[in-house]
């Protein structure tokens, strides 16, 4: 999403031609091109989301195609940033990858757990084995639970001050971002978005007044 249309079934080709080429080299070799390589990769990848972020709030990374729907938050982030982390510890290791494998030491396997942790891929797939159909598709919660996780949320905190009331004057619902429009002491419309799926859904919000619009601001809710 941050190359040009015509470019982009080209991009994500080589993107994947390289990923087969550093995994394979992982596997069967020591070689320290290929582990330098992956070391890059992560990191170029991170340095790619957090553009993507800034650019394009309301797009996921398509790390895993429409299961990545979600709007890329710090999970997605610490992500590469844990893989770019432990592709850098691989670079001194003395053994290729296969026999890395079958000989998994307990740093590795805390790696991969927070991994998992950090995958917001799994709720979504956990989601659509329950429901069967994708987030945009789904029944979405009460609009009320919906509401209590704006409110719990580090945008609300940061700008409910500002606000007439603490009831929206509108909600209403796209594809899978629940609005409620609230207005503030200057007369402009505040819209707050929240994302309908996962358990700690990402929020935004945006002034919009006669002059324009200010920037989407994401932040991630907090549990209660």
């Known amino acids: 999403m941050l190359v040009p249309g015509r470019m982009q079934v ?3 080709l080589l993107c994947a031609v390289g990923e087969l080429v550093l995994a394979a080299g992982l596997l069967v070799t020591t070689h320290p091109l290929f582990r330098w390589g992956t070391v890059a ?3 170029l990848s991170t340095y790619v989301l957090l553009e993507l972020r800034r650019r394009r709030p309301d ?3 398509g790390c895993f ?3 990545s729907s979600a709007p890329v938050g710090l999970r997605s982030i610490g992500r590469t940033v844990v893989l ?3 592709a850098l510890m691989s670079v001194w290791s003395p053994v290729t990858g296969w026999v890395a494998a079958f000989q998994l030491s307990w740093y590795a396997a805390a790696g991969v757990a927070l991994l998992v942790l950090l995958s917001p891929e799994i709720e979504e797939l956990i989601d659509r084995v329950r429901f069967r159909a994708p987030c945009e598709q789904r ?3 009460a609009e009320s639970v919906t509401l209590s996780r704006l409110r719990s949320s580090g945008v609300w905190r940061a700008n409910k001050e500002t606000l007439t009331s603490a009831e929206p004057y509108d909600s209403w619902r796209e594809l899978c971002w629940r609005f409620f429009a609230f207005r503030n002491h200057d007369g402009d419309d505040v819209v707050f978005a929240v994302y ?3 358990r ?3 929020v935004r919000m945006a002034v919009v007044s006669a002059e324009g619009s200010e920037p989407l601001t994401e932040y991630t809710t907090v549990s209660a």
């Open 41 to 43: 990769f992560f990191a």
């Open 65 to 67: 195609g429409e299961v």
């Open 84 to 86: 770019t982390g432990m």
């Open 10 to 12: 080209p991009a994500l």
């Open 139 to 141: 029944r979405g919660p």
């Open 59 to 61: 797009a996921g990374c």
């Open 196 to 198: 309908l799926s996962g």
């Open 200 to 202: 700690r859904p990402a």
